[in-house]
């Protein structure tokens, strides 16, 4: 799944590569995918994006925001997969659930291997879809600060979002974080996935608002993770520190060996000494 990251990284190479590209023709896929989430024909589809020129895309969340023309915005969101642009038409993938050809005969598809939002709207009603409508501030932006983070924690807790693992990834709580990145998170700011929120002084909210807001800019830097690829085809650059292949090997900051428990609808790796439960 993209988080953050490679939504970012993407919506860069999209400005770069896609900016002013004229659309000859679009269509909603060659492959039925029952999670793939459309908001129209394929047929209004296609007459509304021929002719349009694409303008400059944007991001939020785990949201990517594509201008068709003047008048309506592509939304590609919560996607696991790939979003390529071809530099011929002829070089499409097999399947895919997005397509859109320009004038100088490139091509861009969107594919999604588990779930993801495909669809086109009127300006401005793109922000009245759930998820996008309300979405709380996301880590990099510039409301994003220690204290935000620290009231944001009553609110989880609140919710019924009560340890560190799921004010990360549960309930949109922070939006564009995923369990990827969260392992890695945890782990510099020394924090158990398990542990309650209510038990964290100041110094840890601190230590957790590092961990977030580094650990993204740090995986921005590097084009994303090296398990996602980008608008070109090519992986990023970031390697998780925690993730299935670090499991039994030394944790790099006290060589205890790193662990992986199951928790919170995914599976978490941690290291037992830098990690304890406060
Ligand atoms: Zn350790």
């Given at each position: 799944m993209f988080e953050i990251p490679e939504y970012v990284n993407i919506a860069r190479q999209m400005t770069e590569s896609l900016t002013g590209k004229r659309i000859t023709q679009g269509d909603l896929g060659n492959s039925p995918h029952k999670f793939v989430w459309y908001n129209m024909k394929p047929s209004e589809f296609a007459a509304i994006v021929k002719g349009k020129a694409i303008g400059k895309a944007y991001t939020r969340g785990r949201w990517l925001f594509l201008p068709v023309g003047d008048k309506h915005i592509l939304v590609l969101g919560e996607c696991g997969g790939k979003i390529l642009l071809h530099k011929?038409?002829?070089?499409?993938?097999?399947?895919?659930?997005l397509s859109l050809h320009f004038e100088d005969g490139g091509a861009l598809t969107a594919t999604t291997q588990m779930w993801g939002a495909m669809e086109l709207y009127e300006?401005?009603?793109?922000?009245?879809?759930q998820y996008i409508k309300g979405m709380r501030t996301t880590?990099?932006?510039?409301?994003?600060?220690s204290t935000y983070l620290s009231n944001l924690m009553r609110e989880s807790i609140g919710s019924g979002f009560k340890t560190v693992k799921a004010i990360l990834?549960?309930?949109?709580?922070?939006?564009?974080?995923?369990?990827a990145i969260a392992q890695d998170i945890m782990f510099k700011a020394k924090?158990?996935?398990?542990?309650?929120?209510?038990?964290?002084q100041k110094n840890h909210v601190e230590a957790l608002h590092r961990a977030i807001v580094g650990t993204l800019l740090e995986a921005i830097r590097l084009g994303g993770r090296n398990d996602e690829f980008d608008l070109y085809g090519n992986p990023g650059k970031y390697v998780r520190?925690?993730?299935?292949?670090?499991?039994?090997q030394p944790c790099p900051e006290c060589g205890a060996k790193i662990e992986d428990m199951s928790y919170l609808g995914g599976t978490c790796y941690f290291c037992p000494t830098c990690q304890r439960l406060l």
């Open positions: 011929s038409a002829l070089m499409l993938p097999h399947k895919y659930h300006k401005g009603k793109e922000l009245e879809r880590p990099t932006e510039p409301g994003f600060t990834t549960q309930g949109q709580m922070i939006p564009g974080l995923g369990n924090l158990n996935p398990r542990q309650p929120l209510d038990a964290l520190l925690m993730d299935k292949n670090a499991v039994g």
